[in-house]
């Protein structure tokens, strides 16, 4: 059992920046995929980005592409999220998950959640 814990999420003004993090407790194997995830209100959880556990290759959406930046701390157990040039658009809940099977963009496919944290870019 994984549990996902994220934290990092404020308020902020558009071009800045902000870290999030999620810490898991629990084994991570090397072949776990870790995604993250946002939600904008009525609109459908859709995936930012995500690391191998293992080896660290990285993925992203397009929306994110050079401004956002996925990275881990198998040491602290812990992958972040780093966000600049940040804007209203990429205002929604953040949410941090688990996939045992390896990479997946879609969010059925993941065993572990977070509960979120809020990220508000104000324009």
């Known amino acids: 059992q994984v549990q996902l814990v994220e934290s990092g999420g404020e308020l902020v003004q558009a071009g800045g920046s902000l870290r999030l993090s999620c810490t898991a407790s629990g084994r991570i194997f090397s072949s776990t995929f870790m995604g993250w995830f946002r939600q904008a209100p009525g609109k459908e959880r859709e995936f930012v980005a995500g690391?191998?556990?293992?080896?660290?290759?990285?993925y992203y959406a397009d929306s994110v592409k050079g401004r956002f930046t996925i990275s881990k701390d198998g040491a602290k157990n812990t992958v972040y999220l780093q966000m600049n040039s940040l804007k209203p658009e990429d205002t929604a809940v953040y949410y941090c998950a688990a996939d045992r099977n390896g990479y997946s963009r879609m969010y059925s496919s993941y065993d572990y959640w977070g509960q979120g944290t809020q990220v508000t870019v104000s324009s």
């Open positions: 690391i191998w556990w293992g080896r660290g290759s990285t």
